[in-house]
């Protein structure tokens, strides 16, 4: 793994679109491609939680995301900038995309305050101020030399009213405006991100202003906050409705596994969430057949791997007992093989979801998905 | 890796020995050969924390070592024997030796009461009541299938007087005779457990007594338990003056870098300490110029690997500031890149002994030792 510096721009090819609306596509960053339908792994603090960058590579993980909010207060840009970046202080070679730092400010930090100009908080480690603006929030993400920034936007909750959710769509993109502004690197890509609560109208209107200013991929924000599962979907579809064929389309913080097959349905390219490591760590393992929770008795004494169709390394060398076992004992390894499992299971199925699109048989491939849970 | 039935029986092979006094040798097992001084990691619950069984295998790691006491509480060795036995279940192809769990019970259990036939405990779990034997011991050894097994023996504190180091001698001495003549198994072999506390001529009349009954190697136990150092290793002296030359001796529960180099020196070929992976965990990382404290402040912005000498997976990849941030931050790769460290540590440390005695530089290889430390 090289951590030469960055040759190519950063660009999206569309190569086939299902009937369905789901979409083949390829990324290509000035650290290597990405085939779309992709999920990313979640690198919160400089680390995919209990993973090697190896294991990630052998998986067929293509981009992580890693957090600007967790990275600006614990180790600090600066230190990872003179330490060579992002890509080298975690041994990670491939792209990464950074958030802005937005959605933790509105769900992590206390005592946030909201201006025009930016927003300031406390840190939830230790109490100290902090302060965001769509500038800093772009300067934050060139010194972690992430592969693509995320610009400063505000989260509304899934409650918000019309009124709550037009100001606040308002500042947003006046936010990425600026963001765009004051951006310096050539290599690094920005998105803009698509807001406007749970308001039809207020996500196309969202949508086209933010194409009008032109950026190198548009994301979804502020979505499974709470809402249910329709609305979700309806504001996904409103957003996607309005954004152009040729670039790419990130839905932030989405999904479980039939999320990410009804959203890709509706033209979305990439995806994240904590799901798959969060519920490892828990003990909550993802299979053909639905969600195995290894701590249940039922697994106590069963030599079967935990999922027969499955062929990451967990499962082909350990069984449903010994990970119970694991578990049960608190061991770090429980957290390793779990973890291993969930993530070759979704890139399995983001594998899946390409193959079935190239194939012209994406609707197939949903029917199929569902038919094997019930 | 595969998991057959054994076909060897176990040997030791008496290969070089030091005019120093240190020993080169090789063991060998059905489930493989193990050259000798040999460390072997703690997989206390069947699992050597934070570690996958290959990993362990790349860095050199032959045989490990897990605890009789802990999986008989948990999982239940019964459940291990239905699933093919401790080796198939923690996918370990190599060979295992098991302790017999008397170290834990006199160390971890309440309410312990010794009698003639046993010790009766509870368990630290769920303080149900357990019940250990020399038969039992063997049999719960028997049914994990372990390459190596220790009787059950009584580890008297340090600081036992004479009349009670001698009883106590003496039970484990009729102890081990009743795990001789209980023991079932013909692959798997059969150590004997030297004790006598602090006593220099109980020391040598258990080695002698255990000799004269005869098994397939000798350990010495009771020791590094709060005794000062020069104690220890006149206890160790004391114990292997008496031991054949050409039967393998294994220190039990030893010991630091410094600890292994002098037993090595006494002679002793096998050693086990939970030293190196639970000091990862703790963050504390062994190098060639002594203990490195990774969450000290001097190694935030630290861009060098924890030892410029040191070829294992942490050190090629990773920097000093990488890894004090994974530690900050609670992050599992901590503990895993930790882990790797210390025990490649360990393994390279028992290679270069072995270099070392074949070619008859022993003293000089332990004069160089402590000199980079100084």
Redesign the interface.
Known sequence: MEHGEPKERFSFELMEQDPAGARLGRIVTPRGKVDTPAFMPVGT???V????PEELESMGVEMILANTYHLYL??GHG?IK???GLHR???WPRPILTDSGGFQVFSLAPLRKITEDGVSFRSHLDGSECYLSPERAVEVQEALGSDIIMPLDECPPSTADREYAKSSMELTLRWAKRSKESKTSLSQALFAIVQGGMYRELREESAIRSVEMGFDGYAIGGLSVGEEKELMYEMTSASTSKLPREKVRYLMGVGTPEDIIEASGMGVDIFDCVLPTRCARNGTLFTSRGKLVIKNSQY??D?APVDEDCGCYSCR???R??L???Y??G???A??LNTIHNLYYYTSLMRRIRDSISQGGFAEFRKEFYALRS
């Open positions: 603090k400089a680390t939680k209990a993973m090697t614990r180790p230190l003179d330490l060579g202080f975690m041994h106590e004494r030599g060398n350990y069984t007992a010994y119970r076992h694991l049960m004992a061991e770090i390894l957290s390793r």
